[in-house]
C-alpha cells in the first residue's frame, strides 16, 4: 500500500461536513441548484404483470418547480408484490439507480435478481434530465441557465444529474412501499461519481454506491496511474464546475483529494466497487481513497473502513465499515456480481 501518498494527502479531519462541501462544490464540481418549492408525480402506466408479476412496474413523469420554471422528466418505479402488503410493516430497501439507458431490465441492470432479492429500484436515465455534453440550454440546464451560461462556481452535468436524484429520493420518500431509511444510489462510471456526490449532499441517502468511478469520482488525484484532472477536464469541462480546470496537471496543489467527498458521506454509508483491469478508473486510487476517508470517519468514533494492510487482491470484499469495498476481476462495467455485493451490503 502507497502509505507515502497517504502521508503526504491534505486531510479533511479540521473541518465539518459543510465546509468539506463547501470546497468540493466551489473547486471541483460546482454549486447545485436550490431544492424545488414542490415535486409531484404523474403514473402514466402501471405493470402489475412485472416479472411474472411478482413486481410491480410503474412509469412516471416526475415534475419539479425549481422556482426558475418548471422542469419534468421520466422515472421508473418497481417493487416486488409483496411490499403492497403495508399493513405488516413489509416495506422494502430500495436501491435509487441513475442510469445510461432507459431500458429496463438492461445488461447493467438485472432488475428482476434485485427484486427477487426483496428491493425496490427508482430508475432514470441521466440524459433524460439533460444531454451529456457541453450544451447548457436543454433539460434541466435549460431551465437553470437560460441564456446556456454558467458562472464558475455555478455546477457541471454532474451536479445537475445529482440534483435530479434528489428529486427522485424526494418522490421515493413519498412511496408507502419504500422504506425511506433505506435508500441507497448507485451509479457506474460518470454516474458513480454523480451517485458520490448526490450521497454526500443528500442525507437522506443511507448509502452510496459508487462503481469504477475513477477520477473525480472515488479515485484519488494524487499519484493516480489512470486519468488525470487535465485529462478528465480536457475531455469533460462540463461535467464540473471552470474553477475544477486550474487544477490541471496541478493535482498536489488541489487543497482537497477524492477522499473529502467520500468523507463527507459521513457517519452514513458509502461503497466502492472496483475492478482489477479498470487501469483508467484505477482501481488502487479508489482503494486508497476509501483508506484515507475511513481515517475521518475513525476520527468520529466510526469504524471507517476495515480493511488488511496491504493491497487488495481480486475477490477482496470489505463489508465490514461504513465504507465499504469490493475488487472485481475484469474490466469497465456494472456487473452482476457487483449488484450482488451492492445488495449484500445494503442488507447489512
Ligand atoms: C471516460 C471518462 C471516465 C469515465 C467514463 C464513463 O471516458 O474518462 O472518467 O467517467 O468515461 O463515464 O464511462
Partial sequence: MNSELLKKLPMPDELGRTEILNLLLSEEYGFLPEPPV??????????????AGKAVLKKLKLNCDT?????????????????????????VPCFLYISFTDRIPDLSF?????????????HF???????????????????????????????????LWAWAASRVMDFACMVPEIDHNRIGVVGHSRLGKTALLAGALDERFYCTFSNDSGCSGAALARGTKGETVGKIYQNFPYWFCENYGRYAEKEDSMPFDQHFLLAAAAPR????????????????SEYLSCVAAGNYYRKMGLKGFVHPDRDPVVGDCFGEGE????????THYLSREDWGHFMEYMRK
Wanted: proline residues 5%; charged residues 25%; negative net charge.
Fill in 38 to 51: 414542490g415535486v409531484t408525480a404523474d403514473v402514466e402506466s402501471e405493470d402489475r404483470g412485472f416479472c
Fill in 67 to 91: 422556482g426558475k420554471g418548471s422542469f419534468s422528466f421520466p422515472v421508473s418505479l418497481m417493487y416486488p408484490a409483496e411490499a403492497e402488503a403495508r399493513e405488516e410493516g413489509k416495506t
Fill in 110 to 122: 438485472p432488475a428482476e435478481e434485485i427484486l427477487d432479492n426483496g428491493f425496490a429500484v427508482l
Fill in 125 to 159: 436515465c441521466y440524459q433524460d434530465v439533460t444531454s451529456d455534453d457541453g450544451d447548457f440550454t436543454n433539460g434541466l440546464a435549460g431551465v437553470i441557465y437560460p441564456d446556456g451560461k454558467r458562472e464558475k462556481t455555478q455546477c457541471g452535468k454532474i451536479g
Fill in 269 to 284: 454509508r458509502v461503497y466502492v466497487a472496483s475492478a482489477s483491469q479498470d487501469c483508467w478508473a484505477d482501481p488502487e
Fill in 323 to 330: 465504507i465499504g469495498y469490493h475488487l472485481r476481476a475484469g
